[in-house]
């Protein structure tokens, strides 16, 4: 080692001692035998110290790092990476049909891990110094980003992006270059899980994303008539509109990591339309668009995007083809069928919700009621019931839950706060709380009776006809029960007053007959 750090080291200073015009070439010579060592001879870690050795004295000496050897030193970094990089690809080619990473016959230059060292040790030097050498450490970045996605350290890549000066005023960057890059690190940190992060990106990136040329268009070969389309060359046009596309993936997987389902649905079926992307992509955003809806907050935006999607033709070979039907249909949603939807979400779309400090309060006195209601039961030696949840406990469960409560608007006119909770799976408090904030939040008109226990529909969410264009029957008061075999009569659409008044005065006329039959039928036992 130490023979070998005084060869580099005199060759270095006879490098040194030549004309401007040749130091930079006599330095990548001597960088490339460097490089072209085997393992045998210089191993990777006397690698690292070696290339640490040569850009302190090439790059970063007195010489190369001021004044007019400014410009040798910047030539040399920049060969530098160029050097590192095609040392990357030969690793490529070389390492076909050969897994030996430790073969001493080859460089030690050849091992990813090897460069991610050399270019960390780079980059810390030149930090201090990055006025001088701004574009040549943007390279390093570049490349050392690329070492760190290969090696699927998705958090590592996004931090050294994180570092390149984009708003700096002593170089000239390009919209596309900053949009390039911004793309980038928004799509490493949602690899990584980092939604936050990742928005924080996507806002710097809309920010520029409309000065790009084709960046705002929908597809890479269509036409553009905006005046700074017009004036860029076709290349930039055409990477402005991949840029463009994938800018917008990343906003719909983001609003779906931030559980804005329906924003993200309207996302991703737009670009299930996009001929360019291939079409196992567009099934895959086709997919994610119906999961995302059927996910959305229960109301007439997520009916409206529901109706866009069950008319797409495609949505037919989907496995969630069926619940999607009955979601739009505003039909109630069975226990089975939530457990089969579940097993086709992502980890994201089945995490658990965080409970408020009230919430929790009342969650537990909830559970004290439930155990000692349930003491009496298996006293009694009965069988044990399932156990009713005091809240939502998953975003898929609020969001089932959210849509059966709007399916119960088309079924019932009232429904007691008990049998909703029934249906729902959930304890009365449990159930008037959802019910609450959906009124709250006007995704659902209805009144809460606290003294009866009584849930009414009120006009506007009862007598519209569903998606489907199908009547809003009448059901019962009592919890839970199937009210859907309700008359004929009262499952006409009827008008805003007068049909109120008719199909009251029909139930009153049915409970009247039934009371005059149940009397008939008492006199003539009572002669019998």
Request: aromatic share 4%.
């Amino acid at each position: 080692m130490s023979s070998s750090s005084d060869q580099l080291a005199a060759a270095l200073s006879a490098a040194a001692s030549k004309p401007s015009q040749s130091r930079a070439q006599a330095y990548q010579d001597i960088l490339v035998s460097l490089l072209e060592q085997p393992r045998s001879s210089l191993s990777a870690e006397a690698l690292v110290q070696a290339c640490s050795d040569y850009l302190d004295a090439t790059v970063f000496s007195e010489l190369n790092s001021s004044g007019g050897g400014l410009v040798v030193g910047r030539n040399t970094l920049t060969a530098f990476d160029e050097a590192i990089k095609k040392a990357g690809h030969g690793e490529a080619e070389a390492m076909q049909g050969d897994d030996d990473d430790e073969d001493p016959s080859k460089p030690a230059i050849r091992d990813e891990e090897v460069q991610k060292e050399i270019l960390e040790a780079a980059l810390a030097k030149v930090q201090p110094r990055v006025l001088s050498f701004e574009e040549q450490s943007t390279s390093l970045r570049l490349h050392l980003a690329d070492i760190h996605e290969s090696l699927q350290d998705w958090s590592s890549a996004a931090s050294v992006l994180q570092g390149i000066p984009l708003d700096s005023g002593h170089r000239a960057v390009s919209e596309l270059q900053k949009l390039r890059i911004y793309v980038r690190i928004v799509r490493l940190l949602l690899e990584a899980d980092d939604a936050i992060g990742a928005d924080v990106y996507l806002k710097r990136a809309s920010m520029v994303v409309h000065l790009v040329p084709g960046a705002r268009s929908g597809s890479i070969t269509g036409p553009s008539t905006s005046s700074t389309t017009a004036s860029a060359s076709p290349e930039d046009v055409k990477q402005g509109k991949l840029l463009g596309l994938q800018y917008k993936l990343c906003q719909a997987r983001i609003y779906d990591s931030q559980r804005r389902f329906a924003d993200a649905a309207v996302r991703f079926h737009e670009l299930s339309y996009i001929a360019e992307i291939d079409e196992q992509e567009r099934t895959m955003m086709l997919s994610a668009a119906v999961t995302a809806s059927i996910l959305a907050p229960a109301g007439p935006h997520r009916s409206r995007i529901l109706s866009t999607l069950v008319r797409d033709e495609r949505v037919a070979a989907l496995p969630q083809s069926t619940i999607l039907s009955k979601v739009f249909l505003d039909q109630i949603i069975r226990p089975d069928e939530i457990a089969a939807f579940e097993e086709l979400l992502q980890p994201h779309q089945k995490a658990m919700l965080s409970r408020a400090g009230n919430e929790r309060e009342v969650m537990r006195l909830e559970e004290e009621a439930a155990a000692a209601a349930s003491a009496e039961p298996a006293a009694q030696g009965s069988t044990a019931a399932k156990k009713v949840k005091n809240a939502p406990t998953t975003v898929l469960d609020r969001a089932m839950m959210e849509h059966n409560i709007l399916a119960s608007s088309r079924i019932y006119l009232n429904i007691t706060l008990a049998g909703l909770g029934s249906l729902l799976n959930l304890t009365t408090t449990g159930a008037e709380t959802i019910v609450r904030r959906m009124i709250v939040q006007g995704r659902i008109k209805a009144e809460i009776d606290q003294v009866d226990g009584l849930l009414t529909f009120l006009e506007s969410s009862q007598m519209e006809p569903t998606a489907g264009g199908l009547g809003l029957g009448t059901g019962a008061e009592s919890g839970g029960g199937d009210a859907a075999a309700a008359d004929d009569d009262d499952a006409t659409p009827v008008g805003e007053g007068d049909g109120l008044i008719r199909r009251w005065d029909a139930r009153i006329a049915r409970t009247a007959g039934a009371l005059e039959e149940v009397c008939s039928r008492i006199a003539s036992q009572s002669q019998a």
